[in-house]
C-alpha cells in the first residue's frame, strides 16, 4: 500500500508527471454534499505553477474532470475518481536523468527499487504534479468540514532564514480566507516580500530554497483521536509526509517544546464562556493524541528543491564512475509556497476521516 | 484501531498504568529466530525508571513472562505476547486529578472521550510505563535485525538548550553498544553532564525539562519503502509520534532543511568501493520515502514532562469554575533520556516490518 | 496480519494448545459497558469440551484472567487483555506428527511455512482451543449488543447427513437463550437426539464426522455495510474462516439460492407496522452488502474433525516416503455441536464492529 | 472502506453504472511485468454481454483506457489506473425504482444508506458492470501469475438443477484455455447445452436462474498464507463476496465436507516425485488457511438475477404502502456464465496480492 491514506476515507492517487493523466479516487466520502467546483477551482488555482516568475514556467490546467462519484454537483456515496490530463510535457529534458540520478531526488531509489521499468519522465509518480490530486480530494474535503463549522488554513511560516508572523492562538476562518486570497501566502506581507526576495535571489543563483508552512485547523470538537498510535499527530503525520519533499512534522510548539521547561511549555486550563479552554495552545490542540477543542496547529519543514541548475556532482548508473549533472528544465527555485494548498489539502482530508470515523469512547 | 501498528508485523500494546498489567502482542514474527532475554532485559532495563535522581523514584521490575510466540527461547512463528506485571502503585495519589486534569496532560481529552470510565489511574493507557511493552517488541526486534547486520542506535540530542554531539555521518555499532552502555545516553559526555545538571536544576525548580533524540539506523538495503503515504517516513512518523511526549518528528536535516539552499542541502552521490553513495547525508537515508542505503536518521522532539510539582492553573470539572492544581506523587523531570531506547525500538520494529514486508519493486 | 480482525474493534488472539497461556486483545471498545462475568463463563461454558462423550475428555478450566481495560467490570476505552492459562495438556501425545503429518490438518503446512520451528504441540496456534479467546470477545461483544436489542443466536443445522429444523424466518431472544441453554444446541430436539446418535456412532468407529451451523443475528438496523468489499458479508467471511475447520460460508439461502429461479428467490418487499420489511428473507437480511433490517442469516460449514483413531496414510518428513500414522491421544468425534457459541461469539464481534464504524451514508 | 481489496496490492473500483466511466485504481503491482492487451481484452471479452440470447443486449466496447501506471505495455512500478467509458445507457428506464425497489436488489439498502442522494441508474455502482474492472485488475493478474507457472480457471458448475461435471484433481491450463475458449464456459458441453436450454426457458418465462462457479488455482507453492484471519480462504471470501450475487463461497468440499465422516474427508499424505502431495483434494488445497500446494479449489454461489419482467410485489417508497413494480429494460436471465472470469480474476487477484507479501514464516 503506497499512494493511499486513510481509514474511513480512503485516498488513492494515481498518475506520472508525463503519463496520460493523473488523479485521485475517494472511496467513504458521505453522500449528499454539494461541491462547489468554482470554488474547488479556485483552490486548486492556489498550487499552480506557472503564475509567477517564483514558480516553474509549466502551465497546467488542471482542470478535473469527475469520472464517478459526483452527479448533478452532489456526492452519489459511491467513490469519486478524478483525472486531470496530462500536457505541456517536455519529457526530453529528462533522458539524461535516467543515468545519472539527481541528488537528493528520487531518481536514485527509484532505479533501484524498479530497475529501468519506473517511469521517471519529469520525476514520474514522485513529481510535485501528483499534489493537484491530493488538492481535489483536500478541496473537496475543506467544503464538507466547512459546512460543519471546521475550517483549515496555512501560510508560509518561512523561506530559508525568513520568518512570518505565526498565527494568533486563535485563528479565524476569514483570516484563512484573506492569506489564500493573497498572491503570496502569508500573514506578514512584510515577511512575504523578504521571502519572495530570496526565492528570486536563489533563482538567480540557480540555486533554490526550502521552507516551513504552518497550518491551522478550528472547530473540531475535543474527543477526537485515539491513544498511541491511533493518534491525530499520529494520522495526519502518516499523511503529510506524502507530500514530496516534507522533511519534518512537528505540532504545536513542537521542537520548540523540546527547549522548554514544563512550566513554560504546559497549557493552563480555564473556563470561557462555560467551556474549558487552554489559555495557551503550545500543544496544538492535542493531548494525548485527542484533540482538546483548540485549535490543531503544525508545521511541516519543506526541504528546498533538489532540481538545481548548477553543475553538480552525481555518478553514471552505466559506468558506475562519478559524473557532473547539469539539469536543464524548468524547475521551482522554492516549493513551499505552493505547497501551502497542499498542506491544507492533506491536514483537510485527515480531519474529515477522522470525523467520519467517530469518536468511539462511548457508544 | 489506537495502540496498534505494523503492517506485516503487528504490535498491540495494552494495559494500564495501575492495572493488573501491561504488555504487548506481537503478530507476524518470523519463525526460528533465538532471542536471548539476557540481553533483551538489559535492554529494558536502559529505559526503566528508579536509577538515579533523574528520574521518578518508582520502582519497576519490569521483567516480561512470555504467554507464547516463544518457545526455549526461539520464536516459533505465532503471536508473541508478552506482559509485566504491575507492582509499587501508588494509586491514592491520582484521586485529584479526576477532577482537575493536569495542563498538557491526556486527563482532559481522556475525560470527553470516555466519560468518567476511563482509567486514568498513574496515566492510564497513557502512560510512560507503556513503553516498556513497546520496548519488549523493539528489543525482539533489534535482535532480528542485528542478525542481518542492522543496527539501531540513538542518543539524547538535547535536553533543553543543551546539545549533544550530533552521530557521525556513519555511525557504527560499536558507537550505538558503547552509548548504550553509559548511564546517561550521549554521544559527548560532557555535553551529557550539562544536560543531567540541566534537568536536576530542574528537579529542584520543582519543574521539567523537554529533549531531542537522535537515532539512526545502519545497514539497511537500499530500495526499502514506497512513494508518498508508504514511505518510510510516513510509516515512522507514525509510530513515533505514539511515544508519550513526542510532539515533532525530522529526518535527515529536517527542519534544518528548510533554512537551506538546494546547493546546500543536496546530498552528492558518488562511487564508493563499487557502490553508489552520497557524500553527505542530509536527507537522512531516504528520498522520495524510499531508503538509500545510507543511514537513516531521525529526531524526535520530546516535550518536558507536563507532570511537575509547582502549583498550576486548571479546572475543576465537578464545579466547572478555574481551580488550582498542586500534583503530587513521583514524577519524572525529564523524560527524554529514558525515551532513547524506546525510540531505538519503534524504530527498530518498524523497519523489521518493512524488512518483512520486503521490496515490491519488481517480482 | 494474521490473528487479527475487526476495523475499529481489532481483535488478536494469540497462545499456542500447549503454551503457557491463550487470550485475546480487544482494541476499540467502548468505554463504560458493564460485563456481567457470571454471564461472560457461561457462555464460554458452552464451547468447553469434557462435559459427555460427544467430545474430548480434556478438561479446561478457562475462566478468564482481565489483564486491563476491564476495571470493576466496566469497560474503561483501553485495550481489553484477557488471558486463559494452559493446563492438562499431554504434549508427549504429539511428538510423533512433528514427523509424521495428520492428514487435512495443518501439522504440513505449519511445517513448511515455519520449517520445525512451529510449536505445534496439541496443534498450536490452530488447536480450537484458541477459540476459548475468540469467544471471550464475542461473550463480550454479545453483552454490548445485547443492550442495543440486538440478539445473536445459532444452532446446528446438520450433522453429517441428519438436519435440524431451520431457525424461523423470525427468530427471536427467547429461542437464542432456549438454544443455549439445552445440552445440545439445535431447534428441534429429536433431530438432536438423532446427531447425537450419529456422533456416538462415529466416535465408536473411530471416526469424526462434520456439520452445519446456522447463526441469526436479530435488530440490526437497515443501512450497515458498505458495497463490494465493504460489504456485511465479505467481513463476517472473512472472519468466520479464521474458524478452524471452517470451508464454507453462505448467507440466506446461499448454494441453494444458485439452485432457484428469481421468481423464486426474490423477496418481496411489504409494509409491515408502517415499516419496509420482506416477506421472506432468502437474503439473509443482506442485499448489496448492506442489512435489510431483516435477520442476517448465515450458515458455516464445519469439516470432520480431521485427527481420527483410525490408521491413516500419510508420509515421514524425514525419511520423506509414505507411512501409516494411528493418532493417539482424546479427540473430538464431531466439533460442530461445540463450534456453534464460536459462531455466534464471531458473528457478534463482527457486527459490534460494524456498528461502532457507524453508517458513513450521509455526515 | 469499501470498494477496496488487497493487502500489498490494493484495488479499487469506482464509477457507476450510468456515470461517465468506470475504473480500476490497482497500487501495488510490481514494475517490469508486460501485459499484452490482445490477451488482456480477449479476457475481457468472456464477460461481456450482448453476444447472445443468454445475456442482456446491453451492448459494451468495455476497451480500457490507461491513465497511469503502464508504459510501452510494461508495468511501471507506479499505481496503475485503468478507464472505460460508459455508453449505450437506457437511464429512462430506471426512474420508477428509485420510488419502487426492486425486490432483492440493492435499490432499496441503497436508500436508506444514501437518502435518495445514490446514484442506483442502471445499478449505480452495485451493477454487474462493475465486474469490468475487476476483470481488468484480474486480466493483468494472471498475466502476471502465468508468467511464474501459476494458472487460474473456472467453469459453470450449475446452473439452477444442471450440473457440469467437476474439475478432474489436477486440472491443467490447458483444459482451462480449452473452456475459456467455449462460448459456454462448461467442462461437459452436453451439460452445457442443458444448463443453456435453462436459461432460455427462464427467459422466455420471464424468470431467470442462478448458478455455481468453480474455480481452481494450480503451481502456487506450498507455505502461502497465514494461520486463523489470515488464511487464503479468508482472503479469497473476503475478495470473492465483493462480486455482486455471490451468497456463498466454499473451499474444497466446502459444505459437502460437513456431510462426511473424517474418514471419508481426510485427504491421505503420500509421496510423488519426491515430493509430498494429496491422494485427494477435499480440502481445496488449503489446510490451517495455508496452501498445500495442491490446487485451491473454491466454489462460489451465484443467485438469480433479481431483475426479472414478471410482475412482482414491492413497496413504494413516497406513499409507504405496497406497490406493484414491472421492470423494463434489458436484463441477463443468467448472470452466472458470465460470472465465470469475474471469479478467475478476483481469485487471480488475491492470490498475487498473497505471493507479493511473501511467505513470512521465516526470514
Given at each position: ?10 485516498v488513492?492517487?494515481?498518475g506520472?508527471s508525463h503519463?496520460?493523466a ?7 466520502l458521505?453522500?449528499?454534499e454539494p461541491?462547489?467546483?468554482?470554488e ?6 492556489r498550487?499552480k ?5 517564483l514558480?516553474?514556467?509549466?502551465k ?5 474532470v469527475f469520472l464517478?462519484?459526483?452527479e448533478n454537483?452532489v456526492?452519489?456515496?459511491f ?6 490530463e496530462?500536457?505541456d ?7 539524461e ?8 531526488h528520487a ?10 521499468h ?5 520525476g514520474g ?5 501528483l499534489?493537484?490530486p491530493?488538492?481535489?480530494a ?5 467544503q464538507i ?16 532564514t525568513?520568518?512570518?508572523?505565526p ?5 479565524t476562518?476569514?483570516?484563512f ?9 502569508v ?15 536563489a ?10 508552512i504552518?497550518?491551522a485547523?478550528?472547530g473540531?470538537?475535543?474527543?477526537l ?9 499520529n494520522r ?11 522533511k ?6 513542537g521542537f520548540?517544546?523540546a ?6 511549555n504546559n ?13 495557551s495552545n503550545?500543544?496544538?490542540?492535542i493531548?494525548?493524541?485527542?484533540t ?6 503544525l508545521r511541516?519543514?519543506?526541504?528546498p528543491t533538489?532540481s538545481i ?23 521551482d527555485?522554492?516549493?513551499a ?5 497542499v498542506?491544507?489539502a492533506?491536514?483537510?482530508t485527515?480531519?474529515?476521516?477522522l ?9
Amino acid at each position: 500500500m503506497s499512494s493511499e491514506f486513510g481509514n474511513i476515507l480512503r485516498v488513492s492517487v494515481f498518475g506520472q508527471s508525463h503519463g496520460k493523466a493523473i488523479g485521485v479516487n475517494i472511496d467513504g466520502l458521505p453522500a449528499g454534499e454539494p461541491i462547489d467546483l468554482e470554488e474547488l477551482n479556485a483552490f486548486l488555482d492556489r498550487r499552480k505553477p506557472g503564475k509567477s516568475p517564483l514558480s516553474t514556467a509549466r502551465k497546467e490546467s488542471d482542470t478535473p474532470v469527475f469520472l464517478s462519484g459526483l452527479e448533478n454537483g452532489v456526492t452519489c456515496g459511491f467513490p469519486l475518481c478524478a483525472v486531470i490530463e496530462n500536457s505541456d510535457q517536455h519529457s526530453s529534458d529528462y533522458s539524461e536523468l535516467a543515468d545519472k540520478p539527481r541528488p537528493s531526488h528520487a531518481d536514485y531509489t527509484a532505479r533501484v527499487k524498479w530497475g529501468g521499468h519506473a517511469d521517471m519522465r519529469g520525476g514520474g509518480h514522485f513529481s510535485g504534479r501528483l499534489t493537484a490530486p491530493l488538492c481535489i480530494a483536500g478541496g473537496i474535503a475543506k467544503q464538507i468540514l466547512a459546512r460543519r463549522g471546521i475550517f483549515v488554513g496555512a501560510h508560509l511560516a518561512a523561506v530559508g532564514t525568513e520568518n512570518d508572523a505565526p498565527f494568533p492562538l486563535h485563528p479565524t476562518a476569514e483570516l484563512f480566507d484573506a492569506i489564500a486570497a493573497k498572491p503570496f501566502p502569508v500573514v506578514d506581507d512584510g515577511a512575504g516580500d523578504r521571502m519572495q526576495a530570496l526565492i528570486l535571489e536563489a533563482r538567480q543563483d540557480l540555486d533554490s530554497v526550502g521552507g516551513i508552512i504552518e497550518c491551522a485547523a478550528i472547530g473540531l470538537p475535543a474527543g477526537l483521536g485515539d491513544p498511541m498510535f491511533g493518534g491525530v499527530e499520529n494520522r495526519l503525520a502518516a499523511a503529510l509526509f506524502g507530500i514530496p519533499a516534507v522533511k519534518g512534522v512537528e505540532f504545536g510548539l513542537g521542537f520548540g517544546s523540546a527547549r522548554l521547561h514544563g512550566s513554560e511549555n504546559n497549557d493552563p486550563f480555564t473556563m470561557e464562556n462555560g467551556t474549558v479552554v487552554t489559555a495557551s495552545n503550545r500543544a496544538g490542540g492535542i493531548l494525548g493524541g485527542i484533540t482538546t477543542g483548540m485549535p490543531v496547529t503544525l508545521r511541516t519543514a519543506i526541504k528546498p528543491t533538489p532540481s538545481i541548475s548548477r553543475p553538480q556532482q552525481t555518478v553514471s548508473l552505466s559506468a558506475m564512475e562519478n559524473a557532473e549533472l547539469v539539469i536543464r528544465g524548468r524547475h521551482d527555485p522554492c516549493i513551499a509556497h505552493r505547497a501551502v494548498p497542499v498542506v491544507e489539502a492533506v491536514t483537510a482530508t485527515v480531519l474529515l476521516d477522522l470525523l467520519l470515523e467517530g469518536n468511539h469512547g462511548t457508544f
